[in-house]
């Protein structure tokens, strides 16, 4: 079997196809990933969402195995709660104690939430080639109060061509105050042709 790494994240066509994948890295994740990559993104998201003036209770969109949790509630952050549509990446979250809640959920179809429930959402890499794309917005918007603060990564390579910029122009009214932070998505610690990969994070409210 091969073992799961960026490339293959990038590949993936179907909702089926990401839980395998991330079924299969669940337990590998934060080592062969993230901590090997430098993989910046997770503090990154956190500290855009709490320098935004953010507050729980916040949901961590595509939250995987809990770094955005950890980084928020180091920020102080309280009331997170987690969806991911992998089960083994949440049992992994739920290890790292930060999570109020933590569900599956699935962004191209209809999360189990009430409207109007979070103040705040974040997400770091779900909004990428191979994922989510930004027709999920509006279920986010439905899950958000009036005034909830969004702090969420987008691949920067893809913000054009999938269709991401066209869809915040679309929004109008509905949301207020875009601001676009380019990052990098990875420290010098990842030498290889994903090293110079760059995200842009949106921050803006419901209106």
């Known amino acids: 079997m091969k073992t ?22 669940a337990e590998t994740y934060d080592e062969t990933f993230a901590k090997a990559s430098g993989y910046q993104m ?15 209770p916040v949901l961590d969109v595509g939250a995987g195995t809990g ?6 509630q ?16 949440l049992a992994e979250a739920a290890l790292k104690d930060c ?18 429930s979070y103040s705040g959402l974040v997400s770091a890499g779900t909004f990428t080639h191979g994922h989510v794309g930004p027709e999920a917005f509006d279920e986010l918007l439905r899950v958000a109060r009036p005034g909830a603060t969004f702090a969420l990564s987008i691949n920067a390579e ?23 932070h380019e990052t990098v998505i ?10 110079d990969d760059k995200a842009l994070i949106a921050v803006f409210q419901k209106a």
């Open 158 to 180: 893809h913000f054009e061509a999938r269709g991401f910029a066209a869809k915040f122009d679309a929004l109008g009214g509905q949301i207020k105050g875009l601001n676009l």
């Open 4 to 25: 799961p790494d960026l490339d293959g994240a990038y590949a993936l066509k179907t909702p089926e196809d990401s839980r395998k994948l991330y079924g299969d890295w």
């Open 67 to 72: 770094l955005v949790g950890v980084a928020l």
């Open 42 to 56: 997770p503090e990154a998201v956190a500290e855009a969402f709490a320098r935004a003036g953010g507050a729980g």
């Open 99 to 116: 999570y109020e809640n933590l569900f599956e959920g699935d962004l191209t179809a209809v999360l189990d939430v009430e409207d109007e």
């Open 186 to 195: 990875y420290s010098e610690a990842r030498q290889d042709a994903h090293a």
């Open 74 to 89: 180091n920020l102080g952050v309280a009331l997170i709660d987690g969806t991911d549509i992998s089960a083994a990446m």
